[in-house]
């Protein structure tokens, strides 16, 4: 099992940048994939980016060229740099931990809300 707890989000105004924290009660080499996901009102969860065990990282098409996944496995910790925010980016960002190599045991963090401001 995993705890997640994210933090970072904000309000900030559009062409800003954020950076979530995922932070994991265990290590997270241990893990298969760790991901960051966001759901906005009315939608569906959707994938952000996420980085596997081994460090492959993989994007949403949306968010390719202006976030930047990346891990400090001392810290265990996941972060997401968000830049040239917009506002279609305003959603709650979830840390999802995926333990083994199919998706059958996952935890997801509490979520942490993003709003961009035009």
């Known amino acids: 099992q995993v705890q997640l707890v994210e933090s970072g989000g904000g309000l900030v105004q559009a062409g800003g940048s954020l950076r979530l924290s995922c932070s994991a009660s265990?290590?997270?080499?241990?893990?298969?994939?760790m991901g960051w996901y966001r759901q906005a009102p009315g939608k569906q969860r959707e994938l952000v980016a996420a980085?596997?065990?081994?460090?492959?990282?993989n994007y949403a098409d949306s968010t390719k060229g202006r976030f930047t996944i990346s891990r400090d496995i001392a810290k265990n910790t996941v972060y997401l740099r968000m830049n040239s925010l917009k506002p279609e980016d305003t959603a709650v960002y979830y840390c999802?931990?995926?333990?083994?190599?199919?998706?059958?045991?996952?935890?997801w963090g509490q979520g942490t809300q993003v709003t961009v401001s035009s």
């Open positions: 999802k931990a995926t333990i083994g190599p199919v998706d059958t045991e996952y935890y």
């Open positions: 265990r290590n997270i080499f241990s893990i298969n994939t």
């Open positions: 980085i596997t065990r081994e460090g492959t990282t």
